[in-house]
């Protein structure tokens, strides 16, 4: 499970775009809280913070204690917005979490013991089709990360959703099939395996879109 890391912040007024810019310039980040039927509040996060959690990579799948004047606000990142020609953070958009909530989150998947796969060693390559997948969890049960033992797959082999050990409480967004995370493909195949692979998901999430249009399913 991620663990919860805590954010410090300041309330802030609607200003005008002089205002922003003045807390840009103080090394602050304007930043929202929303949602939990709850008016939104603006606060205000030093950037050298919010930049650091931002860069570990996984800061929108993370459950984040913001300490605003002295009151905590669980939440998850749900947005941020960069300046165009710089790349630097300039907002930030947190969800407010309620108890027992549940969010979907994109997590990263790691590949371990590829010294152990009989496809590796004999030369093989690892054609990742899925570098992240998305997931429904409560709040408090997000997964760091999901973890692939490559231990005997072999050259041709195909890795699916279903040789991730999750939490009962943990689900795919997708769940009408055991979708491709990884194979183990021939050198000269990698490139003709991942596009036929993509093809094929891309292939399959389509057709079953086309169902949910046509019974009437689709939000």
């Known amino acids: 499970m991620a663990e919860t890391l805590t954010l410090k912040a300041e309330t802030r007024e609607k200003g005008s ?67 165009p020609v710089r790349d630097f953070i300039i907002h930030v958009d947190f969800l407010r979490l309620g108890k027992n909530a549940t969010v979907t989150v994109d997590v990263p998947v790691h590949f371990h013991n590829h010294e152990a796969s009989p496809g590796l060693k004999a030369g093989g390559v690892l054609n990742v089709v899925r570098h992240e997948v998305e997931l429904i969890c409560p709040a408090d049960s997000i997964p760091e990360q999901l973890d692939i033992d490559l231990t005997g797959y072999e050259m041709g082999s195909s890795i699916h959703i279903s040789a991730v050990k999750l939490a009962a409480n943990v689900k795919p967004t997708i769940t009408d099939r055991d979708f491709t995370i990884a194979t183990i493909a021939a050198p000269a195949a990698v490139v003709s395996a991942g596009a036929g692979a993509g093809e094929e998901e891309a292939k399959t999430e389509e057709e079953a879109e086309g169902e949910e249009k046509a019974s009437g399913k689709e939000d």
């Open 17 to 83: 775009k002089g205002a922003v810019r003045s807390l840009r310039r103080e090394g602050r980040v304007p930043a929202v809280i929303y949602g939990d039927k709850k008016s939104p509040e603006l606060i205000a996060i030093p950037y050298k913070d919010v930049t650091a959690l931002y860069g570990t990579g996984t800061f929108m799948s993370h459950v984040l204690d913001i300490d605003v004047n002295g009151k905590t606000e669980r939440v998850i990142p749900r947005d941020v917005q960069f300046e």
